[in-house]
């Protein structure tokens, strides 16, 4: 029997890190060994957070957690992923309108390297609809986010709006 360690890597903005993503994060955790969570740095999506904010957003809200590793990455993901031995792509699939998006770039990535497997999570239905993008909307508009983000998020996306 291989004792190699299974090991997950869940790529993404993360801008800011939601409930959402914690809810696949914790999944992720009862499935592997470890868990990497990968920020990508994407400049081109203009994140509203630097990436250090976002790493830190991530590291205080799993404080505690055992087995998991805040990283960042600025390249291809495939590129990446031979830095971590045996690693998995995770991904999370809130709805059909991800599959998509989901599949195109998991096909992406097999042709990039077919050595690295794709999965896909799915949220509580609690999170399932929440996303970054509709996270800061809302903020922008002085919604009430509390119970969406970690609450290490919350003073920022506050902060965000003023002066808006
Ligand atoms: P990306 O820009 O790579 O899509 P995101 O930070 O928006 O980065 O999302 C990272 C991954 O987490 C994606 O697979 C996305 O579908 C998934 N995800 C985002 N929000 C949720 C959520 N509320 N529940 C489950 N998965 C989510």
Known sequence: ????????????TFDPVTNGHLDI????????????????HNPDKKPAFSIERRMEFIQKSTVGWENIKVDHFENLLTDYMKTVEGGVIVRGLRAVTDYEYELQMGLMNR???PSIE???????LDYSFLSSRLIKEIAHLRGDVKGLVPESVL?????????D
């Open 118 to 124: 794709t999965i896909f999570m799915i949220p509580s």
């Open 25 to 40: 994060m914790k999944r992720s955790l009862k499935m592997f060994d470890k868990l990497i969570v990968a920020v990508a």
């Open 1 to 12: 029997m291989s004792t190699q360690k299974k090991i997950a890597v869940y790529p993404g």
């Open 111 to 113: 042709t990039l390297d």
């Open 155 to 163: 003073p920022f996306l506050q902060k965000e709006r003023v002066g």
